[in-house]
């Protein structure tokens, strides 16, 4: 990609805190949280908006930790809606209830997307730290249906949930959902931590795909499933984010600049940090965003690849976790010399059974409202 080609980011994901009242395993973000006193202000997330907006970018994300847990966030939303932005609230449902969804919904959200852990406390409980996370979920889906937002179900699969796709699906036509993803865990973050805990056997894996085709041929026209593997079980590595700085721009709680959620752990690179750097300084001319956009920075066989603008060469980030270095290749690939060892690992750890989970640990600062 060469300078000329490159556009401003399709949608900013801000991750307005890393608070949040669940605990979750799987967690993908840093093992480093920043603690609500490092929080941008509710100022500078404004300040942040206007920029996006002023670059052309046309969704934003409220994400975290959960960022029902900023009390800002209906300020937030009404002036993303007033500078013209598609909002998506990325939540858990937890914190939601009747007079909180009003507020949002008069802010002008325009979409929520909602987790679950599965359908049975039983499961869900163990994975999330959260007791009574399934009913309060299932009264944040009522909720957003009754008010009429735009809505996706995201079902989050580990090796303790895999066996309820079928439920999880069922409930989902049953409440007339049009967009559902399952999606795997990616292991980042304090996820990583607890991959061999989570990761699903190849089996499950067989399984669940199957049931996708089928789901989906089911329900064609009435509900889209988005499906997520795995990345370890892949033989072709994804396009993570669509490409490196190509289309998404993520705002840490504290400012920090990425062009992905797990970036800050490429300590090689230095990235901005708002207000000190404007979004457009980052995005047009920080060598960090520079880096790996494109197909100049590619090793061979990335370079000489018929993939190589569809994958963009898979995951940096991964690359880093799993071979050591970013430089080389994804090691999800097939090409890469360390493939068969990520495959072999995977199989490995998916055979361990009950290995006990690590729940997310918060400091005091990191949870108080
Ligand atoms: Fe950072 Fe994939 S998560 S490049």
Same mark, same amino acid.
């Given at each position: 990609m060469t300078d000329t080609a490159l556009t401003p980011p399709l949608a900013v994901l801000l991750e307005l805190t890393h608070r949040c009242p669940l605990r979750c395993a799987y967690c993908s973000n840093p093992l480093a949280l920043t603690p609500a006193s #490092?929080?941008?202000?509710?100022?500078?997330?404004?300040?942040? !908006?206007?920029?996006?907006?002023?670059?052309?970018? !046309?969704?934003?994300?409220?994400s975290g930790g959960e960022p029902m847990a900023r009390a800002d966030l209906p300020e937030l939303v009404a002036h993303a809606s007033r500078l013209g932005l598609y909002s998506n609230l990325i939540t858990s449902g937890v914190l939601l209830n009747e007079a909180k969804l009003a507020v949002l919904a008069e802010a002008g959200l325009n979409h929520v997307q909602l987790s679950f852990q599965g359908l049975d406390e039983a499961v869900a409980e163990p994975l999330s730290g959260f007791k009574g996370g399934v009913a309060k979920k299932q009264a944040a889906l009522?909720?957003?249906?009754?008010?009429?937002?735009?809505?996706?179900?995201?079902?989050?699969i580990t090796r303790q949930n895999a066996h309820e796709l079928d439920?999880?699906?069922?409930?989902?036509? #049953?409440?007339?959902?049009?967009?559902?993803?399952?999606?795997?865990?990616?292991?980042?973050?304090?996820?990583?931590?607890?991959?061999?805990?989570?990761?699903?056997?190849? #089996?499950?894996?067989?399984?669940?795909?199957?049931?996708?085709?089928?789901?989906?041929?089911?329900?064609?026209?009435?509900?889209?499933?988005?499906y997520v593997i795995p990345d370890y079980y892949a033989r072709r590595p994804k396009a993570c984010m669509g490409g490196w700085?190509?289309?998404?721009?993520?705002?840490?709680?504290?400012?920090?600049?990425?062009?992905?959620?797990?970036?800050?752990?490429?300590?090689?690179? %230095?990235?901005?940090?708002?207000?000190?750097?404007t979004l457009a300084?980052?995005?047009?001319?920080?060598?960090?965003?520079?880096?790996?956009?494109?197909?100049?920075?590619?090793?061979?066989?990335?370079?000489?690849?018929?993939?190589?603008e569809k994958d963009w060469g898979g995951c940096r980030c991964q690359a880093l976790a799993?071979?050591? %270095?970013?430089?080389?290749?994804?090691?999800?690939?097939?090409?890469s010399p360390k493939h068969e060892q990520v495959v072999t690992l995977a199989r490995r750890e998916a055979q361990l059974g009950d290995v006990p989970l690590q729940l997310r640990r918060f400091s005091y600062a990191m949870t108080e409202a």
């Open positions: #490092a929080e941008l202000s509710t100022a500078e997330w404004c300040a942040i !908006l206007d920029e996006a907006a002023e670059m052309g970018m !046309l969704q934003v994300h409220f009522d909720l957003v249906q009754a008010a009429g937002l735009a809505l996706t179900l995201n079902f989050v439920a999880m699906l069922s409930y989902a036509e #049953a409440r007339g959902i049009a967009r559902v993803e399952v999606a795997n865990t990616q292991y980042y973050g304090w996820g990583l931590q607890n991959r061999a805990a989570l990761i699903p056997s190849e #089996a499950q894996l067989d399984t669940m795909t199957a049931l996708v085709t089928e789901w989906r041929e089911r329900v064609k026209g009435r509900m889209v499933i988005d700085a190509q289309r998404f721009l993520n705002v840490m709680p504290d400012g920090t600049l990425l062009p992905c959620h797990a970036a800050q752990t490429l300590t090689h690179l %230095d990235f901005p940090r708002f207000p000190a750097s300084e980052a995005w047009f001319d920080s060598p960090a965003f520079a880096a790996y956009r494109g197909t100049a920075w590619m090793p061979e066989p990335c370079s000489g690849c018929d993939n190589k799993l071979a050591g %270095d970013a430089n080389t290749l994804d090691p999800v690939c097939e090409r």
